[in-house]
T-cell receptor, first 114, second 110 residues
Framework: SAVISQKPSRDICQRGTSLTIQCQVD?????MFWYRQQPGQSLTLIAT?????????ESGFVIDKFPISRPNLTFSTLTVSNMSPEDSSIYLC???????????FGPGTRLTVL | RKEVEQDPGPFNVPEGATVAFNCTYS??????FFWYRQDCRKEPKLLMS???SGNEDGRFTAQLNRASQYISLLIRDSKLSDSATYLC???????????FGTGTQLKVEL
């Protein structure tokens, strides 16, 4: 299984600012994903981070709000832009080998927006 | 209708009890099925995959009924350490997209 780390583990941010979350995998993986877990809820997929091309966003999520980078097969970033208190959530990175493969999750970034 | 439906619980059971969780899904094109476990303030971790033939891993048994679009997880001889939220998860969207249920909370008590 892949070992995934995220930075920062938590942050408290002011409204209107942006935060970039980093995700590092200990081995090359085909697929990387970003999820959001709001308080008391389950996980919702934000986007698939594609290496060398633009991310694929799920309905309700847009690139201007959640720009994603994936410069190589082991690293990705998610930026939460122009934050509001509604963005307070846990953001999780996951990685998997490809079609039908198991996904493993990073420890998450707990974001609080004041 | 939600894509994945689970009874949120909580299920409060005594140590040693057998407990069963159910999950129904609406997308008949779903390809693979999993149970994940999420401890409080932690990330989800894969518990087991679910196959039509049923599969067992120690005290845990998972079953898939494609005709009824129904998945189950049985935990035997439950331990205090089994206390967690159990997430029913489907792989859809061409084989890459995970869709999560809202989870069923289990509390095992002395």
């Amino acid at each position: 299984s892949a070992v995934i780390s995220q930075k920062p583990s938590r942050d408290i941010c002011q409204r209107g600012t942006s935060l970039t979350i980093q995700c590092q995998v200990d081995s090359q993986v085909t697929m990387m994903f970003w999820y959001r877990q709001q308080p008391g809820q389950s996980l919702t997929l934000i986007a698939t981070a594609n290496q060398g091309s633009e991310a694929t966003y799920e309905s309700g999520f847009v690139i201007d709000k959640f720009p994603i980078s994936r410069p190589n097969l082991t690293f990705s970033t998610l930026t939460v832009s122009n934050m509001s208190p509604e963005d307070s959530s846990i953001y999780l990175c996951s990685a998997g080998g490809g079609m039908g493969d198991t996904q493993y999750f990073g420890p998450g970034t707990r974001l609080t927006v004041l | 209708r939600k894509e994945v439906e689970q009874d949120p619980g909580p299920f409060n059971v005594p140590e040693g009890a057998t407990v069963a969780f159910n999950c129904t899904y609406s997308n008949s094109a779903s390809q693979s099925f999993f149970w994940y476990r999420q401890d409080c303030r932690k990330e989800p971790k894969l518990l087991m995959s679910v196959y039509s033939s049923g599969n067992e891993d120690g005290r845990f048994t998972a079953q898939l009924n494609r005709a009824s679009q129904y998945i189950s997880l049985l935990i035997r001889d439950s331990k205090l350490s089994d206390s967690a939220t159990y997430l029913c998860v489907l792989l859809t969207g061409g084989g890459n997209k995970l869709t999560f249920g809202t989870g069923t909370q289990l509390k095992v008590e002395l």
